[in-house]
């Protein structure tokens, strides 16, 4: 309980370090153009983020550029005053990503929620650029999952059962300075499920947007469409979900409220109880620090 409590600490304290030092070439997603530029210049801070809430964005790490994350989300907030309305609980995720090179990174990381490994790769497709030339960024996402939760009345769970995956296509579009949109395929593949009612492949569609309110902040909107018939061994639903980007010098922090208490895509997506019409909502926040591990970080 006392490194969970110093690892929170540190996250927090993180704004202050990056508005002093952090050399904000080390992240493309830090920029932001289309200034009125029309040449064949990608377009960059589609997202400022790499998670728009839940679902990974289009942006990534520039080459050589390290991202330490804490993804953070407290207990559910009809749970009442006794439990200071979800603040006395809380599961948490944290990870790297790397950046290989402009278009490619690589990620790992650990959840809390069901004591979950993950590893994840991203590659970018197709760049959007300034003068429509190309008109989207389009990335290509996958990610293997790993949970280590014990189960005395299942000691037969080993690796192969308790392995998940997923593949994602990610389509993203900057309108301008202002707004961007992406539309996100997912495919999701389960080793083992609770039932034989339940799908082991699953599909899904996620939508997500950011709208740029002042210069320092803008509102993300998610949403994660689950099809019925999918999963039946649970009363499951699609994730909603809404929050800020709020940037302090060469930082963003990312603060929200959703129906998902799980922060990786196989949680998030197919498991997802609870529903905004009861209070079932999660507040949370991401917060990342970026790191250069070479001579320079190159924009991606």
């Keep these: 309980m006392r ?119 991203k590659y970018k497709v197709l760049r959007q650029t300034e003068d429509d030339h190309i008109p989207i960024t389009a990335d290509l996402f996958g990610g293997i999952y790993y949970k280590t939760l014990k189960y005395d009345d299942k000691p037969y769970l080993n690796t192969t059962y308790r392995t998940s995956y997923a593949a994602e296509l990610l389509l993203a579009k900057k309108f301008d300075r202002n707004l961007s949109i992406q539309l996100t395929p997912i495919f999701l593949h389960y080793n083992l499920v609770q039932t034989t009612g339940d799908k082991n492949n699953i599909f899904a569609m996620g939508f997500g947007g950011r709208v ?36 302090t010098g060469g930082h963003v922090f990312q603060l929200h409220v959703t129906n998902s208490q799980g922060m990786i895509d196989p949680v998030f997506i197919s498991q997802t109880t609870g529903t905004w019409g009861k209070g079932n909502i999660f507040f949370g926040f991401n917060v990342s620090r970026a790191f250069n591990t070479g001579k320079k970080a190159k924009k991606s």
């Design 3 to 121: 490194t969970y409590k110093l690892i929170l600490l540190s996250a927090l304290l993180l704004p202050l370090s990056a508005a002093l030092s952090q050399d904000t070439s080390l992240l493309k997603l830090l920029d932001d153009s289309m200034a009125g530029n029309k040449t064949h210049v990608p377009v960059t801070g589609t997202f400022k983020g790499t998670h728009i809430i839940n679902i990974q964005s289009v942006e990534a790490p520039a080459k050589r550029a390290l991202m330490f994350w804490i993804m953070h989300r407290f207990g559910q907030l009809n749970d009442g005053a006794y439990q200071l309305f979800g603040l006395d609980n809380a599961t948490m995720r944290f990870g790297f990503d790397y950046g290989l090179t402009d278009r490619l990174s690589i990620g790992v990381g650990r959840s809390t929620f069901e004591k979950t490994f993950d590893g994840t790769i």
């Design 212 to 247: 740029k309110l002042t210069r320092r902040l803008s509102l993300n909107a998610e949403y994660d469409y689950l099809p019925t018939g999918q999963v039946n061994s649970i009363n499951v639903h699609s994730s909603l979900s809404l929050g800020f980007d709020i940037e």
